[in-house]
């Protein structure tokens, strides 16, 4: 219709300005183009509906299910999706979900036409993270019992952080396998007989998977302990958390919860009327007798750990999550008497980022398996973030308040955990969809050592 009023607007002020009605001629040429623009009006449509056809077929396939956050791997569509493996890079400044596309497998390619497509398997996408640090302090001497990623030293000046690698491989619509490795700068690099390697090599994690359905996953490997938010949520790779590095309570290498679980996991998501219940089931080997390291050559001793988490993700408060976990095992630490283990945590999370609100509260019972009282340590933190409507949104500033409580009675966390209050205040700014820099300044409080303070940079990406 548009054309033809066009040709009509074109025809019409020669025509009036030289008489009230066309000669012959010019009334066949003016019925000669609107036949013409009937036609090409016409063939429009037909490309139209063809166009809008090829855009339904797609659709019509059913999307795979959201994953709740902190799952370790989300498994490919039950039906073979649209055969690309392009993926749209994030924008700077907009909030990263805690559920991360690097622990998504690709979109499996297709092969045939559309009437005999079929899916290729396995297929594999390789992702990675990395980080350079530097940091200075008013130490005089190493701070004890702190994990060396909370980069708390005597000396001041940079440091190599992890480089990570996610694997992450689609082998059937119903199974999927996540791997973790991550490469650790070593301070003792060249010495000693023969010299250490320069870099530390450690499976972080280790998934394979299968789902049932939205309500039943079933997985076999090594996991980051689901018992708390954090530990699920952001795994290696400090591009995906807004801090530097991790509460201390959930630090990689810490002794506080057990980081590391293998075994056997069962997960999945209940409706629950509009409230998302989640939850994890798991039996699995328990702390090694090194404690701050799980069972990967085999359980210790024959009492196997077991955990239980439960959170939900109501419909009513998007981005708010509310869970608990408990967790039980039989620790046989290397020159220390054996003892019970009961860990019993909670938490509270808003993961918007205007504002970002992290709680978390955990408490550890230790009691000799021989008999004898009870030790309670108690560890939590609350961290706080705004990312700035200003400048891009490129900016967060974050504050976070922790503490770690170990009673003098707890003789399994007395040499291997600190007691002290932290405080953090940074900035994070996002220079690129792909890397971040960020500025801290942390206060220490001791109970059996002199305070401390000092200054933290990084620079951290995903690739």
Same mark, same amino acid.
């Given at each position: ?56 077929? /797609?659709?019509? #396939?059913?999307? /795979? ?40 497998? !690709?979109?499996?390619? &297709?092969?045939?036409?559309?009437? #005999?497509?079929? !899916? ?43 480089? &990570? ?16 490795? #991550? ?22 994690? *280790? ?7 939205? $309500?039943?996953? *079933? ?8 018992? %708390?938010?954090? %530990?699920?949520? $952001?795994?290696?790779?400090?591009? *995906? ?33 509009? *409230? ?34 439960? =959170? ?20 046989? /630490? +290397?020159? +220390? ?32 398996? %021989?008999?004898?009282?009870?030790? %309670? ?63 801290? =300044?942390?206060? =220490?409080?001791?109970?059996?050592? /002199? ?13």
């Amino acid at each position: 219709m548009r054309f033809r009023l066009l040709a009509i607007l074109l025809f019409l002020h020669p025509i009036q300005s030289h008489a009230q009605s066309p000669d012959p001629a010019t009334q066949e040429l003016i019925q000669k183009l609107l036949d013409r623009i009937d036609k090409l009006e016409k063939r429009v449509a037909e490309l139209e509906r063809e166009k809008a056809a090829g855009a339904a077929a /797609p659709s019509a #396939t059913q999307p /795979p299910a959201q994953q709740p956050p902190g799952a370790a791997v989300i498994p490919p569509p039950q039906q073979p999706p649209v055969p690309t493996v392009t993926q749209q890079p994030p924008v700077p400044g907009q909030p990263v979900p805690a559920q991360h596309a690097h622990d998504q497998p !690709p979109p499996v390619p &297709t092969v045939g036409g559309p009437e #005999t497509a079929a !899916p290729q398997y396995p297929f594999l996408k390789i992702s990675g993270f990395g980080d350079v640090d530097f940091s200075a302090t008013d130490l005089q001497a190493p701070a004890a019992h702190f994990q060396a990623q909370t980069l708390l030293t005597d000396h001041s000046g940079f440091e190599l952080g992890q480089t &990570t690698l996610h694997l992450i491989s689609a082998l059937s619509p119903k199974v999927s396998f996540f791997g973790e490795v #991550t490469f650790t700068a070593r301070s003792d690099a060249g010495t000693g007989t023969p010299p250490a390697p320069g870099f530390n090599l450690e499976v972080e994690r *280790l998934i394979i998977r299968y789902d049932f359905n939205d $309500y039943v996953k *079933l997985s076999f490997g090594r996991y980051h302990t689901p018992i %708390n938010y954090w %530990n699920t949520a $952001y795994h290696h790779g400090q591009w *995906l958390q807004t801090s530097i590095s991790r509460p201390e309570m959930v630090q990689f290498g810490g002794s506080f919860i057990p980081v590391h679980f293998i075994g056997a996991l069962g997960q999945g998501e209940i409706p629950a009327g509009g *409230l998302n219940l989640n939850y994890d089931v798991g039996v699995g080997n328990g702390r090694g007798d090194v404690i701050s390291r799980g069972g990967d050559a085999g359980d210790i001793n024959n009492n196997r750990a077991w955990l239980v988490n439960t =959170y939900i993700l109501p419909n009513w408060a998007y981005g708010l999550q509310l869970g608990g976990s408990v967790y039980r095992d039989e620790l046989n /630490p +290397l020159g +220390l008497a054996p003892a019970q283990e009961w860990i019993e945590s909670a938490h509270v999370v808003w993961s918007k980022e205007t504002p970002e609100v992290i709680a978390e509260f955990a408490n550890v019972s230790h009691q000799p398996s %021989n008999g004898g009282p009870v030790a %309670n340590s108690q560890a939590w933190y609350v961290q706080t973030a705004y990312r700035l409507p200003w400048f891009g949104k490129l900016f967060k500033p974050y504050y976070r308040l922790e503490q770690i409580h170990v009673p003098h009675s707890d003789y399994i966390f007395q040499n291997f955990v600190p007691t002290f209050t932290g405080s953090t205040s940074g900035v994070r700014y996002d220079f690129s969809s792909f890397g971040a820099f960020k500025l801290e =300044y942390r206060y =220490y409080w001791r109970r059996d050592a /002199p305070n401390f303070y000092g200054a933290f940079s990084q620079i951290a990406f995903t690739f």
